[in-house]
């Protein structure tokens, strides 16, 4: 059984950056592909981002892509997801997830996190 637990989310101006993290605790970190996905008010929670069990591999969602960056320290059981020129819009809560599979797709995650709020004021 995998424990997620996000931390970093906080309140931001437009144009700013935060750093979210999401340290992984009791099975094997780097059997995993890791992911966020994040959840607006009133929304379907959301594919944002992907990487591979070794790192070498990553994929974005296209209204993140150029912005943000995933990225993951095995040693440190810890996958980072790095938000640059933050938007209203990219206001939600952001859950970091875990998968035997490198996908999109929410429904094959199976350990999830408590998600952290980041809210981007304008």
């Known amino acids: 059984q995998v424990q997620l637990v996000e931390s970093g989310g906080g309140l931001v101006q437009a144009g700013g950056s935060l750093r979210l993290s999401c340290a992984a605790s009791?099975?094997?970190?780097?059997?995993?592909?890791m992911a966020w996905f994040r959840q607006a008010p009133g929304k379907e929670r959301e594919f944002v981002a992907v990487?591979?069990?070794?790192?070498?591999?990553?994929d974005y969602a296209d209204s993140v892509k150029g912005r943000f960056t995933i990225s993951r320290d095995n040693a440190k059981n810890t996958v980072y997801l790095q938000m640059n020129s933050l938007k209203p819009e990219d206001t939600a809560i952001y859950y970091c997830?875990?998968?035997?599979?490198?996908?999109?797709?929410?429904?094959?995650?199976?350990?999830w996190g408590q998600g952290t709020q980041v809210t981007v004021s304008s």
């Open positions: 009791g099975g094997p970190f780097r059997n995993y592909a």
């Open positions: 997830a875990a998968s035997r599979w490198y996908t999109f797709d929410s429904h094959k995650y199976d350990y």
């Open positions: 990487i591979s069990l070794s790192g070498r591999s990553t």
